[in-house]
């Protein structure tokens, strides 16, 4: 092979690879909408903090959360105390936060 095969080769990699990354970050996204959905809604959450994995969120109304949905996009854990839930998430904790933030703070 000469090298011009190499470099198409190489062309069509990066290809895949950037519309492989471009679609992760889309359902991500919808994920991270899914979950606000499932936490009642942006207008429902009325603080978030994050700890290493743990995800820590303060509520209006913790009755009207979709705690299976919630576990069924990846928590690995859900505790209630009162009007807050800590979500063990992973690494997406962080990520969820500063969404949850940025949507807030457009209103």
Do not use: C
Not at 18 to 45: S, T
Request: without cysteine; charged residues 30%.
């Amino acid at each position: 092979m000469g090298w011009m095969e190499y470099f198409i080769i190489v062309v069509v990699l990066i290809i895949i690879l950037l519309a492989i990354l471009k679609a992760g970050k889309k359902d991500v996204h919808l994920e991270m909408n899914k979950l606000v959905e499932y936490l009642g809604g942006k207008d429902n959450i009325l603080s978030t903090e994050t700890t290493l994995s743990r995800f820590k969120v303060t509520l209006k109304d913790v009755d009207i959360v979709n705690k299976e949905g919630i576990q069924k996009l990846g928590a690995k854990g859900i505790v209630e105390i009162e009007n807050q839930l800590k979500i063990i998430l992973g690494p997406e904790s962080k990520q969820l936060k500063r969404y949850i933030d940025d949507l807030k703070a457009k209103d």
